[in-house]
């Protein structure tokens, strides 16, 4: 890089800054990343001028970072369909030592550091993409476990370091893709650590964690304790999707087990989230029927409370009806005593009458209280019933999507068995043109020999005529 430095003595402002850009982003904005089906395709800029120009050419900012999402957004496509690819081709768990693995974990990581803000530290300034991962366990709690996991690890000692560690845990988990999703959708948690126009800030990043669900289908298994994730340098390389004339030849025929292959990722996918749903459903109706259960049983505490309050009630009528017969029946001996028995008559008649309207109110709430549950627990039913019918079709549809992804299995099978048997074919076909081209050679030989025969023959039998005549 020492090459791309401008010969000056005393460099200004702009010559630093421009300096520094290019050696951070020369492997993006020297060329323009584009895709040609599954490869990579490479085509030159201007060179960046590195010295004051009145009038430069690719020195505008947002120039560059445009440039840079494309080209980031586009090895993010190679590198994730690389990746699905080889590891379905492969058949087995990958690791760390999995080269489209680890190409795919340093472009990752060049999307995540893109546009990060330059925070100032006692050491200097310092850029890391841990800040912003931190963030996810805020978000979806699920990714707490991941990051108290990276803090756990003895051997990480830098932010960078923890951040590579969180990408493979998350991609472990299967829930990259999720994670960054809910990050992409917090633009304003994100201005925090990225500026502006950065990938994570524009459309770019949304497409990218788009892409990341396909990588659910593959299983990996880092073991981190012995990796040294500090001290890695991530350089992205471009040889592994730069296009070959000689590997552009099948693949017209292997379009068709591409789009199986496709085909049969998206119903996996489908089939986990439909069996997630299930689940869920299946929740849902337990939890409905603990809760008709328990209205059940309130239900006929509330009868056996009204059965007890008009028994109360009956009970108090039969008394008040006899104080009042033996009030009438009783002996005037004295207007005295008479006068203080009414009154207790009376008083007694005023509490059980009181007594009587407590109760009557205290039977009209039990009533519509009785009548509200009955409702509920109608409801409860029709909701019930609803959700098993939908739980039914569910399961069909889940059975359908079973018996779909066994077909494309069997699919793929016999396509992998028909081009065996075209790969034989080829090959026989190929041993049979040598044959004859060997038999055509020797016959060409042969043929060269009898003229030469003949040519013998000829000259002797002009000799010998000559000496007849004579």
């Not at 998350?170 to 304003?188: D, H, T, V």
């Not at 292997?254 to 119903?267: C, E, M, P, R, S």
């Amino acid at each position: 890089m020492s090459a791309l430095t401008p010969p000056t003595d005393m460099p200004t402002p702009t010559t630093d800054k421009i300096t520094q850009a290019a050696m951070e982003t020369i492997y993006l904005c020297k060329f323009r990343v584009s895709m040609d089906g599954e490869w990579l395709c490479l085509r030159e800029l201007d060179d960046i001028s590195l010295t004051p120009d009145p009038e430069p050419t690719h020195e505008d900012p947002n120039y560059l970072m445009a440039n840079e999402r494309m080209n980031l957004m586009n090895m993010a496509k190679l590198s994730i369909k690389g990746l699905i690819e080889s590891a379905l081709n492969l058949g087995r768990t990958l690791d760390s030592d999995y080269a489209p693995l680890q190409q795919f974990f340093v472009v990752m990581e060049h999307c995540l550091k893109h546009g990060l803000k330059a925070k100032k530290t006692f050491l200097g300034q310092n850029k890391s993409f841990w800040g912003p991962l931190e963030l996810v366990e805020k978000l979806v709690p699920e990714a707490a476990e991941i990051t108290a996991s990276v803090k756990d690890l003895p051997g990480l000692k830098t932010p960078v370091g923890r951040g590579r560690a969180w990408l493979r845990l998350a991609l472990m988990q299967k829930k990259l893709s999720e994670y960054m999703k809910a990050l992409i959708n917090k633009k304003e948690l994100l201005s925090e650590f990225y500026e502006p126009n950065a990938l994570m800030m524009e459309e770019e990043g949304a497409i990218i964690a788009g892409l990341l669900v396909g990588l659910n289908v593959i299983d990996a298994n880092f073991c981190m304790k012995g990796e040294d994730l500090d001290s890695q340098v991530g350089v992205i390389d471009f040889s592994m999707y730069l296009k070959d004339g000689n590997s552009s030849k099948g693949s017209e025929g292997d379009g068709q087990i591409t789009a199986i292959l496709d085909q049969k990722n998206y119903v996996e996918e489908l089939n986990r989230h439909l069996n997630a749903t299930v689940n869920n459903l299946q929740a849902k109706v337990d939890a409905l029927e603990k809760s008709n259960t328990k209205l059940t049983e309130e239900l006929a505490v509330a009868n056996n409370r009204i059965i007890t309050l008009q028994e109360e009630m009956e009970r108090v009528k039969e008394e008040s009806s006899y104080i009042l017969e033996s009030n009438r029946k009783g002996p005037k001996q004295d207007r005295s005593s008479e006068g203080q028995a009414l009154s207790e008559a009376r008083k007694h008649l005023k509490e059980e009458t009181q007594l009587r309207l407590d109760v009557e109110k205290e039977l009209e709430v039990q009533i519509s209280m009785r009548q509200e549950m009955e409702l509920a627990m109608k409801m409860l039913e029709k909701d019930v019933c609803e959700k098993q019918d939908a739980l039914v079709c569910l399961r069909q549809q889940l059975d359908d999507l079973r018996a779909l992804k066994h077909e494309l299995a069997f699919k793929l099978q016999s396509s992998d068995l028909g081009m065996k048997q075209k790969s034989e074919l080829n090959s026989r076909l190929e041993e049979k043109t040598n044959q004859m081209a060997a038999t055509i050679k020797q016959l060409e030989q042969s043929e060269k020999d009898l003229v030469k025969q003949a040519k013998t023959l000829n000259s002797a039998a002009n000799k010998l005529i000559p000496k007849q005549h004579h």
